[in-house]
């Protein structure tokens, strides 16, 4: 079992930044592949950047250039640095952690990038 915790969120002007935290416990946090999933109002939810266990990294089409996933297996956190804030990257989101079929979600912190 894994209990997962974001923060970081907030408002955020257009062209800025955050970074996104996402704390792990209950668990082995290294063995996870960890993910950050979005979802806007009236949207289906969907995966914004993916990060193994051996480092390895992956993004969506829509944040690839913008936005960097990384992982410290000594604070069991996971972290997801956006830039270049658009509002179309007004959405809640989600870190998840995945190990064979176990998954678990974090309960999702608010991005709102207006002016």
């Known amino acids: 079992q894994v209990q997962l915790v974001e923060s970081g969120g907030g408002l955020v002007q257009p062209g800025g930044s955050l970074r996104l935290s996402c704390a792990a416990s209950?668990?082995?946090?290294?063995?996870?592949?960890m993910t950050w999933h979005r979802q806007a109002p009236g949207k289906q939810r969907e995966l914004v950047a993916r990060?193994?266990?051996?480092?390895?990294?992956s993004y969506a089409d829509s944040m690839t250039g913008r936005c960097t996933i990384s992982r410290d297996n000594a604070k069991n956190t996971v972290y997801l640095q956006m830039n270049s804030l658009k509002p179309e990257d007004t959405a809640v989101y989600y870190c998840?952690?995945?190990?064979?079929?176990?998954?678990?979600w974090g309960q999702g912190t608010q991005v709102t990038v207006s002016s």
């Open positions: 998840n952690a995945q190990w064979g079929l176990a998954s678990y």
């Open positions: 209950g668990s082995i946090f290294s063995r996870y592949t």
């Open positions: 990060i193994s266990t051996s480092g390895d990294t």
